[in-house]
């Protein structure tokens, strides 16, 4: 929430959505559970979350990270027909390193993918406000303006830029 407890939204340029991160911190973490798949890592975000783990780097690389093919990913643990994100906190019900998550995980729900397909995107994240007109109104109707008549652009993968809003 922001000073004047309006909920800020997250746009993206060809999204058919808006993006509520507050719905973050009751979800129980669906964006780390589901379908198997990757998050890919830089070495960067590796060093970055070993230091959020409080762990070396080479120990980390061993317990969460897995190889695929030139690349890096962290790993995950199948959980019945459920995979988890090896970094996904059960207890707590959301990321364990949340503030040092890497790209990948800090642009959802603004992937590719999605943006065909905001049917999924909604079914998959409480944070996701279809509009009716994109890049016009929240899930009110309600038009958008940028926070401080500016919006505050942020580069996620794909070097798409993701705009906070608040409603008017």
């Known amino acids: 929430m922001n000073?004047?407890?309006?909920?800020?939204?997250?746009?993206?340029?060809?999204?058919?959505?808006?993006?509520?991160?507050?719905?973050?911190?009751t979800c129980g973490g669906y964006c780390c559970n589901g379908e198997s798949g990757n998050i890919w890592v830089t070495r960067r975000e590796i060093v970055a979350l070993a230091e959020a783990?409080?762990?070396?780097?080479?120990?980390?690389?061993?317990?969460?990270?897995?190889?695929?093919g030139y690349r890096t990913s962290?790993?995950?643990?199948?959980?019945?027909?459920?995979y988890a994100c090896l970094l996904f906190d059960r207890k707590k019900g959301g990321c364990s390193?949340?503030?040092?998550?890497?790209?990948?995980?800090?642009s959802f729900p603004f992937w590719d993918y999605f943006k065909e397909r905001p049917d999924e995107?909604?079914?998959?994240?409480?944070?996701?406000?279809?509009?009716?007109?994109?890049?016009?109104?929240?899930?009110k109707g309600e038009r958008l303006r940028q926070r401080d008549g500016e919006g505050d652009d942020m580069k996620f993968p794909g070097d798409f830029p993701c705009t906070a809003h608040l409603p008017i």
Do not use: H, W
């Open 3 to 25: 000073p004047m407890n309006q909920p800020i939204v997250l746009t993206c340029d060809g999204f058919p959505f808006v993006f509520n991160p507050s719905a973050c911190d």
């Open 53 to 68: 783990m409080g762990m070396d780097v080479p120990s980390f690389v061993d317990r969460y990270l897995k190889k695929v």
């Open 74 to 82: 962290i790993g995950e643990r199948c959980e019945g027909d459920n």
């Open 97 to 106: 390193v949340y503030g040092a998550r890497p790209a990948q995980c800090r």
């Open 121 to 139: 995107a909604e079914a998959e994240c409480p944070g996701v406000i279809r509009l009716k007109n994109p890049g016009d109104t929240d899930e």
